[in-house]
């Protein structure tokens, strides 16, 4: 599986967006990208995933650019509860392995 | 209930003892997995199957690591002859079929101190 790479922290005010980066140069066509979160002393959390066109549910927007080399999370209205560490992970469709990095983990401040 | 459940959720050992994690999975769940998470790391996988079958078990760190899911339900990892450096959390997750969407459910933990 291709690697990721994340900024190790980055802090957002609540109520504002929190604009997650991840850089994924190595990916290849089948490759898949997939955010999880983990709130503290809990399990991984899915959040979303996408291929090539920009997803959004109702927890937050992925956002792949068009050459696929990198994309963002958006959650756009962060909450103090959204404090946590979200994995980038990159994971080919037809295995179910994920492979975590270090992660960014978010502060959401009053 | 609902979610991948997980037992012990805390467990002290003397170095030297043998352990044994269970996890429950989501009921009809295929796939399960097994990530160990040392203290401000991600996880680390550990070791897949996919009812019964072991399809994966590249990330077991050593021969004292072992893991089965008999019925293809429930699944036990086990760690004999504990050292330290075992110290970690043991995350079990499920998902309902190999494929595209399919979204892991990671139970809350199993936190293993060996002293």
């Known amino acids: 599986d291709a690697k990721t790479t994340q900024p190790p922290s980055m802090d957002c005010a609540e109520g504002r967006a929190a604009n997650l980066p991840c850089n994924h140069s190595t990916i290849s066509g089948n490759e898949y990208v997939y955010w999880y979160r983990q709130i503290h002393s809990q399990g991984p959390q899915y959040i979303i995933h996408?291929?090539?066109n920009n997803e959004t549910n109702e927890m937050a927007s992925l956002i792949i650019t068009e050459d696929r080399k990198s994309s963002t999370l958006i959650l756009p209205h962060a909450t103090l509860r959204d404090t946590a560490v979200y994995y980038c992970i990159v994971r080919a469709y037809n295995t179910d392995k994920l492979i975590f990095g270090t992660g960014t983990r978010l502060q959401v401040f009053p | 209930g609902a979610g991948v459940s997980q037992s012990p959720r805390y467990k002290v050992a003397k170095r030297g003892q043998d352990v044994a994690l269970r996890c429950d999975p989501i009921?009809?769940?295929?796939?399960l997995f097994w990530y160990q998470q040392a203290l401000g790391q991600g996880p680390e996988f550990l070791t897949y199957f996919q009812n019964e079958a072991q399809l994966d078990k590249s990330g077991l760190p050593s021969d004292r690591f072992f893991a089965e899911r008999p019925e293809g339900s429930v699944s036990t990892l086990k760690i004999q002859r504990t050292q330290q450096e075992d110290s970690a959390v043991y995350l079990c997750?499920?998902?309902?079929?190999?494929?595209?969407?399919?979204?892991?459910?990671f139970g809350e933990g199993s936190r293993l101190t060996v002293l």
């Open positions: 997750a499920s998902s309902l079929d190999q494929g595209e969407a399919g979204e892991l459910f």
């Open positions: 009921s009809g769940h295929v796939s």
């Open positions: 996408g291929l090539k």
